[in-house]
């Protein structure tokens, strides 16, 4: 039995990074509740559904309640398909199934300690085996893949024929620093991507404002509202449905379809930049790849 399993009855509790996540074995379904961000939420789902594969318990449901947006509603099957049956682990050696073991999703998604001296490189954290979980567990819904379609043609993008840059703004402000747009700018330049078709989303008015004064040619998903505090996310539950809808002109909903669809047209780009945190190893994961990546370390250091 795994270390993190407390047994209670037909419940296994699975003890460990914020929240409530319980597995009820006689109907197989793995409950996450957790009052964070979607991707910390999506993360540590996701480790969890490994530790539970490796232990040989089958989930056939899985209920996200996203408490940061809204309580008590089930947002799986909003945002991902139906849990599909393929998932095999026999080609990955048990020396790499218990190195993504030890990474576990207290660090910036699965395995990159964001506050660490002695950075990691993204293969130690086997992408492959993420991309397995992701695959059956967490593919796109038909509204969240209708919606990268209908973004990648408004803003007239083609696959591997544009730069991603997500400069989100992020709650992770007092854990790491948010990288300025000189930090990016550079990055552009430095890895010869300024004469590309470059496309931004961010949800910080200043970071937007920055690159306005730089002579960099881009373009900007403006889909997102943008955000006054820390990240746009936190105290979403706070506010009701209708005075959302009012100052933001959007549903809940339709926020959360966007952020997922982005991560589609950002795994679609020839180059992704991407802002220290959790989908520093989501989009990886998601796309099955690490080339084409730029992630940050915490003191703002390139990675990959």
């Known amino acids: 039995m795994n270390s993190n399993f407390i047994i209670n009855g037909e419940n296994i509790i699975i003890d460990g990074w914020g929240g409530h996540k319980v597995y009820n074995i006689n109907n197989k379904t793995l409950t996450i509740q957790r009052p964070y961000g979607l991707f910390s939420n999506i993360n540590v789902t996701l480790y969890t559904l490994f530790l539970l594969e490796q232990s040989n318990y089958e989930v056939s449901e899985i209920i996200l309640l996203l408490d940061e947006y809204e309580t008590n509603k089930n947002y799986h099957p909003l945002l991902f398909d139906n849990i599909q049956n393929n998932l095999s682990f026999d080609d990955i050696t ?25 950075k990691n490189s993204l293969e130690e954290i086997n992408i492959k085996i993420g991309n397995r979980l ?23 993008l083609i696959d591997q024929e544009y730069v991603f840059l997500w400069a989100r703004n992020t709650d992770r402000v007092f854990e790491v620093p948010t990288p300025t747009v000189e ?38 998903i403006n889909e997102i509202p943008f955000s006054n505090n820390g990240s746009f ?34 795994s679609k780009s020839k180059k992704c930049i991407i802002y220290p945190g959790n989908l520093s190893t989501y989009i990886p994961m998601y ?18």
Do not use: W
């Not at 967490?138 to 209908?150: A, E, G």
């Not at 996310?233 to 966007?258: A, C, P």
């Not at 796309?287 to 990959?304: A, R």
């Open 94 to 118: 048990s020396e790499d199934l218990n190195k993504f073991y030890k990474n576990t999703p207290g660090y910036v998604g699965l395995g990159l300690d964001i506050n660490s001296i002695n």
């Open 233 to 266: 996310h936190v105290g979403m539950r706070d506010i009701s449905q209708n005075d959302f809808i009012q100052e933001f002109n959007i549903t809940k909903d339709e926020y959360l379809i966007l952020i997922m669809s982005l991560v589609d047209i950002a």
């Open 134 to 156: 992701i695959k059956k567990y967490f593919n796109s819904s038909k509204i969240v893949n209708d919606t990268s379609k209908k973004l990648m043609e408004k803003y007239n």
């Open 183 to 220: 930090k990016y700018y550079n990055i552009l330049e430095s890895n010869g991507l300024i004469n590309n078709k470059i496309v931004i989303q961010t949800d910080d008015l200043d970071i937007l404002n920055g690159f306005k004064q730089t002579n960099l040619d881009f373009i900007v």
């Open 287 to 304: 796309k099955n790849s690490v080339d084409d990546c730029i992630v940050f370390t915490g003191d703002n250091g390139i990675l990959i």
